[in-house]
């Protein structure tokens, strides 16, 4: 396993993975996310999750992780002169994963995106808005609540029988 | 993990083959987009095949790189054709539409033929 940046907590703890991010600058953010989805990839092998489960939780968190570092602060003001710091944990149920994010950032609900352009004509497609959009698509439910200082979402994904 | 992209041109037909394999994230979409983005441009390129057989992962930054390569190509005519993606890779292109953009096929002969 290959050492964690300064900005990266992990641990794991039976069927859960726990998480803590503190952003580094938009241009770094992405490293840090794919260390990231790399480590939760690897404890979900590890635990014997399908591989259809693995690449949805693997997809959710660079989604939601890259989501928050390009616009957590560039389009919503951010987290206010503070760092931007996202938290959460994955964790492995008899019949559902959940991946639960908090983030200190301003209001975000993602059951409000804009419909995504699936057109099969290529000069009006959008080449952006795939990846909540493919959430929503691999994930069952998505709850959704703000916190005073933050925003908190869950996702599940039911395990087939 | 990251990508490795590697691109030959298949001598019986002249189509380049660009063989992707690894994890196609926010990291490694700019290498990918590096590989594919001057062969979609080219305009003397009619079809380019996208060997996948050993592509495990595609994030959204992925999914931009393809499209925009459609964007490039479809106006003169030329085509994207996947081959052999794995179930978790082309259900992926499914629920984004991907699949009405390029060719998929199951093997890198079938997308040369």
Redesign the interface.
């Given at each position: 396993m290959k050492p964690l940046p300064d900005s990266l907590e992990i641990s794991r703890d039976g069927g859960e993975f726990r998480f803590r991010l503190i952003f580094p600058p938009p241009d770094a953010a992405p490293g840090v996310v794919v260390t990231l989805t790399e480590e939760l990839t690897a404890f979900l092998e590890e635990r014997g999750v399908s591989p259809a489960g693995v690449n949805s939780l693997g997809i959710a968190a660079e989604e939601l992780l890259i989501n928050l570092s390009k616009y957590g602060i560039a389009e919503h003001g951010g987290a206010g002169g503070r760092d931007l710091v996202a938290a959460g944990a994955v964790t492995l149920g008899e019949k559902a994963i959940t991946f639960r994010i908090d983030d200190n950032s301003a209001p975000f609900d993602p059951r409000g995106r804009a419909k995504t352009n699936l057109s099969d004509d290529p000069s009006a497609r959008a080449v952006g808005g795939l990846g909540l959009h493919m959430l929503f698509e691999m994930f069952e439910d998505c709850r959704y609540a703000r916190r005073a200082d933050g925003n908190t979402s869950e996702w599940i994904l039911r395990l087939a029988k | 993990?990251a990508v490795t992209c590697t691109t030959t041109i298949d001598e019986a037909t002249g189509i380049p083959v660009l063989r992707v394999e690894g994890?196609l994230?926010?990291?490694?979409a700019a290498d990918f987009s590096a590989a594919l983005l001057p062969l979609a441009e080219d305009a003397a390129v009619k079809r380019i095949v996208l060997d996948c057989g050993e592509l495990v992962?595609v994030?959204?930054?992925g999914?931009?790189v393809f499209?925009?390569a459609?964007?490039a190509m479809?106006?003169r005519g030329a085509a994207l054709c996947a081959a052999a993606a794995s179930?978790?890779v082309a259900?992926?292109f499914r629920?984004?539409?991907l699949q009405?953009?390029m060719i998929m096929k199951p093997t890198v002969g079938e997308c040369l033929a």
């Open positions: - | 993990m994890r994230d926010a990291v490694a992962f994030a959204s930054a999914l931009r499209i925009i459609v964007k479809k106006p179930d978790d259900s992926v629920m984004t539409g009405t953009l």
